[in-house]
């Protein structure tokens, strides 16, 4: 299996790539990135560790190391500054984001896509209508940190593990992303019943997850801990057809109502990539807010023209 992550001299890409080299899966990983140096600074301090974990062939840092991957895993871009939402960077890196995907497919055919630069939703959009790649293979890794940030919050602001919280953000990776909750649950147990529940503590865990990237950024000037993880964990359930249901990044066909945009909604991802896209039962509230994350990415996506 070999992975490219291009960015890979990034704080996502690096940490990304520490995160895959731990994994038993994965052959060879290409590190590409404009800061050649560090790139190559980057292989050198992973191939140190490698008698630790196990045998990876590593290259980089120019795009023909992608050559034949399997997946590719893009997390490079202009960086979102302090007050700077991911909508202000659209422009820069939807320019840079055609550079990119001319490159990748210079050297490879038929692979994986995973969209993990920001605007990831406008950016997974672009790449669906100019990679030549099937629908199914570009995904946008989308609200699925913000939902692994929000079952984090809520698990402890109830005092319980955060993997039995089931709740979701869906639609835009930013501002306007769209809390699903009226079929939340803990480890089965609704969500509106779970000792300790009250609108306000939902609404006060959905606004600590709308702004829990600015406020990383603001402390620390970026997000990764929780970002690479989240990666590798899209990443196996497309390598072991695990056929996982993520709230992703994917171009909308009518689902909802919704058409020509890509925002995460529920996805089936196996072997196939996205294999299937849910339409979640909402509430009128619920689907009013979804509606609102729809046209503020249409509307980012025809002021670039795409």
Same mark, same amino acid.
């Given at each position: 299996?070999?992975?490219?992550?291009?960015?890979?001299?990034?704080?996502?890409?690096?940490?990304?790539?520490?995160?895959?080299?731990?994994?038993?899966?994965?052959?060879?990983?290409?590190?590409?990135?404009?800061?050649?140096?560090?790139?190559?600074?980057?292989?050198?301090?992973?191939?140190?560790?490698?008698?630790?974990?196990?045998?990876?062939?590593?290259?980089?840092?120019?795009?023909? =190391?992608?050559?034949? $991957?399997?997946?590719? *895993?893009?997390?490079?871009?202009?960086? !979102?500054? %302090? +007050?700077? @939402?991911?909508?202000?960077?659209?422009?820069?890196?939807?320019?840079?984001?055609?550079?990119?995907?001319?490159?990748?497919?210079?050297?490879?055919?038929?692979?994986?896509?995973?969209?993990?630069?920001?605007?990831?939703?406008?950016?997974?959009?672009?790449?669906?209508?100019?990679?030549?790649?099937?629908?199914?293979?570009?995904?946008?890794?989308?609200?699925?940190?913000?939902?692994?940030?929000?079952?984090?919050?809520?698990?402890?602001?109830?005092?319980?593990?955060?993997?039995?919280?089931?709740?979701?953000?869906?639609?835009?990776?930013?501002?306007?992303? =769209?809390?699903?909750? $009226?079929?939340?649950? *803990?480890?089965?147990?609704?969500?509106? !019943?779970? %000792? +300790?529940? @009250?609108?306000?503590?939902?609404?006060?865990?959905?606004?600590?997850?709308?702004?829990?990237?600015?406020?990383?950024?603001?402390?620390?000037?970026?997000?990764?801990?929780?970002?690479?993880?989240?990666?590798?964990?899209?990443?196996?359930?497309?390598?072991?057809?695990?056929?996982?249901?993520?709230?992703?990044?994917?171009?909308?066909?009518?689902?909802?109502?919704?058409?020509?945009?890509?925002?995460?909604?529920?996805?089936?991802?196996?072997?196939?990539?996205?294999?299937?896209?849910?339409?979640?039962?909402?509430?009128?509230?619920?689907?009013?807010?979804?509606?609102?994350?729809?046209?503020?990415?249409?509307?980012?996506?025809?002021?670039?023209?795409?």
């Amino acid at each position: 299996m070999k992975i490219s992550v291009v960015g890979g001299a990034g704080r996502v890409g690096s940490t990304t790539l520490f995160q895959l080299v731990r994994e038993s899966w994965v052959d060879e990983l290409a590190v590409v990135d404009v800061m050649g140096e560090r790139a190559e600074g980057e292989i050198l301090d992973l191939l140190h560790g490698t008698s630790l974990a196990r045998r990876v062939v590593f290259s980089g840092p120019n795009y023909d =190391a992608t050559e034949g $991957s399997d997946i590719v *895993v893009v997390t490079a871009g202009i960086p !979102r500054k %302090p +007050g700077e @939402t991911r909508l202000d960077l659209l422009r820069k890196n939807v320019d840079l984001m055609k550079d990119v995907l001319e490159e990748l497919n210079k050297h490879s055919r038929d692979y994986f896509l995973v969209m993990v630069a920001n605007p990831v939703d406008v950016l997974t959009y672009q790449a669906v209508r100019s990679s030549g790649l099937a629908t199914s293979k570009v995904i946008g890794t989308g609200t699925l940190l913000d939902s692994v940030r929000f079952r984090s919050l809520l698990g402890q602001r109830l005092n319980v593990s955060p993997d039995q919280v089931y709740v979701y953000m869906l639609g835009e990776h930013g501002d306007s992303m =769209a809390a699903w909750t $009226s079929s939340g649950s *803990v480890a089965g147990i609704p969500l509106a !019943r779970f %000792p +300790g529940v @009250t609108e306000q503590l939902i609404d006060e865990v959905v606004q600590a997850t709308r702004f829990a990237g600015a406020e990383v950024i603001k402390r620390k000037g970026g997000t990764f801990y929780a970002v690479a993880p989240m990666i590798v964990e899209l990443l196996r359930a497309i390598v072991f057809d695990q056929k996982r249901i993520l709230p992703v990044s994917t171009l909308l066909e009518g689902q909802l109502g919704m058409s020509n945009v890509a925002l995460s909604l529920p996805c089936v991802i196996g072997r196939g990539g996205r294999e299937q896209v849910l339409e979640p039962p909402l509430t009128d509230a619920e689907l009013e807010a979804l509606r609102s994350s729809y046209r503020v990415l249409r509307e980012a996506i025809e002021s670039v023209g795409l």
